[in-house]
């Protein structure tokens, strides 16, 4: 359920979607990845009402800001006058501001986040050398999407990765749900859903639900690559495996080559 509605989202939405890493000066051959902690921006304003911290949201992370309003909370566009206002009243019920409250201590620290980005994206780049890299950044959703791949960003929904055992999920979510709400998620995701919006399937709607399966099946095989690590496991990613041992494929042709 998690992963379909997600899937649809950047299918849908983001198809098009350029990436890139801001570059400061020169390029280098390999970048250290840094989460950007736009939920803190967001813990304080949802919970002191702090106007500065709305400010730094508009100005330095509008795209991210328009996002979350628009596309996850849907709650508006961000040109109406009292856009603001609403934000603010979403997030003052008191499940949501447990939420923000224990997803800034359950990650006050993202160094082995970073550290899995950092290996990741640059592996990815040394496969793929033409490929702009996007931001990774940090938000307080409201348990909609997990990640949010938009315009030159991925963000995480820290709220959709607070553990299985999450009290607040046991009322939502079932323990096969739940499993998959941790931590050691979070980068398999980012590399999962990135992807998708990079490499949409061609006439999703009107393909087969296998076909559809054996094209998510090749995205989470690269997945598994970067991670070094067999993290997704299903027949469909055995599918990929066969079809780059026979046809001795490189990364991207098995993410752009029809099923």
Request: aromatic content about 12%; proline content about 3%.
């Amino acid at each position: 359920m998690r992963t379909a509605i997600v899937t649809l989202f950047i299918v849908t939405l983001l198809s098009a979607c350029q990436f890139k890493l801001p570059v400061s000066g020169q390029e280098e051959a390999s970048s250290t990845y840094q989460v950007e902690r736009y939920d803190r921006l967001q813990s304080m304003y949802l919970t002191t009402g702090d106007f500065t911290a709305l400010q730094q949201m508009e100005t330095e992370y509008p795209m991210e800001t328009r996002t979350l309003i628009e596309k996850v909370l849907k709650i508006g566009s961000v040109d109406d006058p009292n856009i603001n206002k609403k934000f603010l009243a979403y997030y003052q019920d008191s499940t949501l501001q447990t939420v923000i409250s224990d997803a800034e201590v359950a990650y006050a620290n993202m160094d082995d986040i970073n550290s899995q980005l950092t290996k990741s994206f640059n592996k990815l780049k040394g496969e793929i050398p033409d490929l702009e890299l996007p931001r990774v950044y940090a938000q307080i959703g409201s348990f909609d999407q997990s990640i949010v791949v938009a315009d030159e960003s991925v963000g995480i929904s820290l709220d959709k990765y607070m553990g299985a055992d999450y009290s607040i999920y046991k009322r939502y979510y079932t323990p096969q749900q739940r499993r998959q709400m941790t931590r050691e998620y979070i980068v398999p995701d980012c590399l999962c859903f990135y992807l998708l919006g990079l490499y949409p399937m061609k006439d999703f709607e009107t393909q087969s639900q296998r076909n559809r399966d054996l094209h998510m099946g090749r995205v989470m095989w690269v997945c598994n690559q970067l991670l070094e690590n067999k993290f997704f496991k299903s027949s469909f990613v055995d599918e990929a495996e066969k079809f780059v041992r026979k046809n001795n494929v490189k990364m991207k042709d098995l993410l752009s080559a029809p099923v």
